[in-house]
């Protein structure tokens, strides 16, 4: 990826052999899948195939990706396969259509999905800012996962919206790094030291708020609060990753239905459309208690994806 430099632990691994770094021959594929491989057995892990992040779905190192996914499949058959792109990769429409087309053709039992944003200022917003990338970055889980099992990576609050296109499992996490792909974390820097803020997980508004939006909802009503969070009020910082987690799983749950598309897009309709009657009250209790940001971040740009994709496949 551009500007990443911060290689000294991934280094450690020695996943590159004497062919040298890259995956632009096929001697360097082999050994590099080889060492892969290699490492993941002696973790007890399943095989997941290595890959590039891709900017465009027509240039070399979307054929190189190709090429490295066929070398892992003929190594191990039953191999996870990788597919990772920006948002004007999952923007380029017919030319995402036909590369996923020819990944289809791999017929992996698996595919890890991870959306590269342009920039990462907070854990979503980078994300919902391109409604045409969130929408080709469905339309790729659905059509992956007509044959495949999907699981998309890093996506957080915005894996609903994967487990509504056909996404069994989200990758969230801890800490940012685990919520959001941000490639600033793979660059090496001396960032000045400050104390981070606090946020509260809002189940009822499929959102991560400040703390201080929470106890301003808490004191407005406490009853009202507690179902907006979709629980007690977590102490720290430490109760709140753990409410966030749970949040995100139940919300999964509900919304993933193996066998019938439609209606998981109707029920993620239901979970918007009630959220957006929950900003709605609480804007008419405390004007401006939220920001019109943080509702497009969490609410409007997510739905029109939804929408978007909805109607692309002609689900409704």
């Given amino acids: 990826m551009n ?10 691994w020695g996943l590159w052999g004497s062919a040298g770094v890259g995956l ?16 993941q057995d002696e973790l007890q892990l399943p095989k997941l195939a290595p890959s590039l992040a891709l900017n465009s779905s027509r240039s070399v190192e979307a054929d190189q990706a190709i090429e490295t996914a066929r070398v892992a499949r003929g190594l191990d058959r039953g191999c996870y396969q990788t597919l990772v792109g920006t948002a004007s990769f999952f923007a380029s429409g017919a030319d995402l259509d036909a590369y996923v087309g020819r990944l289809a053709g791999l017929r992996a039992s698996t595919w890890v999905l991870t959306f590269v944003p342009d920039s990462s ?25 007509v044959r495949s099992r999907v699981i998309v990576q890093n996506c ?42 606090s946020y509260v997980t809002q189940k009822g508004l499929v959102a991560v708020l400040r703390r201080s939006i929470a106890d301003d ?16 009020m977590p102490g720290d910082d430490a109760r709140q990753r753990l409410h ?19 209606e998981s897009v109707s029920i993620l309709r239901g979970i918007y459309v009630s959220a957006k009657g929950n900003y709605d009250w609480l804007d008419k209790q405390i004007p401006s208690l939220i920001s019109s940001t943080d509702k497009d971040t969490w609410l409007n740009h997510p739905l029109s994806a939804l929408e978007g994709y909805a109607k692309a496949e002609r689900i409704w």
């Fill in 244 to 262: 966030h987690l749970r949040a995100i799983r139940d919300l999964v749950a509900d919304v993933f239905r193996i066998n019938d598309r439609r």
């Fill in 217 to 232: 909802i808490q004191r407005l009503d406490s009853d009202v609060a507690e179902e907006l969070r979709g629980g007690p």
């Fill in 121 to 145: 200022p907070n854990l979503v917003a980078d994300l919902a800012a391109s409604t045409q990338s969130l929408v080709g970055w469905l339309r790729t889980i659905h059509s992956l996962s």
């Fill in 24 to 39: 632009d021959t096929t001697e360097r594929r082999l050994e590099h899948v080889e060492r892969v491989f290699l490492r």
């Fill in 3 to 12: 500007g990443t430099n911060r290689t000294d632990l991934y280094q450690t």
């Fill in 156 to 197: 957080d609050f915005l894996g609903l919206l994967a487990a509504a296109a056909g996404a069994d499992t989200v990758g969230s996490g801890w800490d940012r790094g685990m919520k959001v792909f941000d490639v600033g974390g793979y660059q090496v820097s001396t960032p000045t030291p400050r104390r981070p803020a």
